[in-house]
């Protein structure tokens, strides 16, 4: 589903993002990406959504090699790869409706279709009385879920999540944590990048730790 071999990001700065990163996460596999601040996290998830391209290195999801893909396949590239970011990225002058439904209308999907697809995906996250409301009016936790419903309207089969719960107390992090794995049990597959050690150590699931641009360690937590 997703396999780095020997990646590297090296920016026009000379820092270098990543270095010598192998990983393979199979299809339905959950995982978490943990480290310090600047430790490649970030970058990790950029390069499997193609928002970067790898300096050396081979990258692969769902068995494309991104390293070939044209620029004008990366919109059909995207479809299949849901991004929730830390800082919502939301529109405070559309409705979570709106919000939601913009990769279907880019996608040129039909008026009803899009409304069937983005009222059960606002059911999944608890927000369906909130579809005509602005994102604004909504609390931190329920930005992040619009954000995440966004992401998985489109019903992606790979879902990236870049400090989901950064922002939220350690409840609402719970909460967020718990819809993940909801969406993984279904076989969605799942890289969550977490300053949140503590959050994780708990679920039992395979950590990833980078440390300078590095993988540190690559861990099934008991």
Known sequence: MIRFDNVAKRYPNGHEGLSGVSLHLEPGEM????GHSGAGKSTLLRLIGLLERATRGQVWVNGRNLNKLRSRDIPYHRR???MIFQDHRLLNDRTVFDNIALP??????????????VRATLDKVGLLKKEKVLPITLSGG???????????VSKPPVLL??????N???????????????FNQVGVTLLIATHDVD????LG?????????????????E
Do not use: C, K, W, Y
């Open 205 to 221: 699931r395979r950590i990833v730790n980078l440390r300078q641009g590095r993988v540190a360690s690559d861990t099934v937590r």
């Open 199 to 202: 959050l994780v150590d708990r």
């Open 168 to 182: 939220l107390d350690p409840e609402l992090s719970r909460e967020i944590i718990e819809l993940f794995l909801q």
């Open 142 to 152: 329920e930005q992040q879920r619009v954000g995440i419903a966004r992401a998985l």
């Open 31 to 34: 995982a978490f990406v943990t």
């Open 104 to 117: 279907l209308v880019v996608a040129g999907m039909a008026h009803a279709e899009i409304t069937r697809r």
């Open 161 to 166: 999540a870049d400090e989901p719960t950064g």
């Open 80 to 82: 299949e790869v849901g």
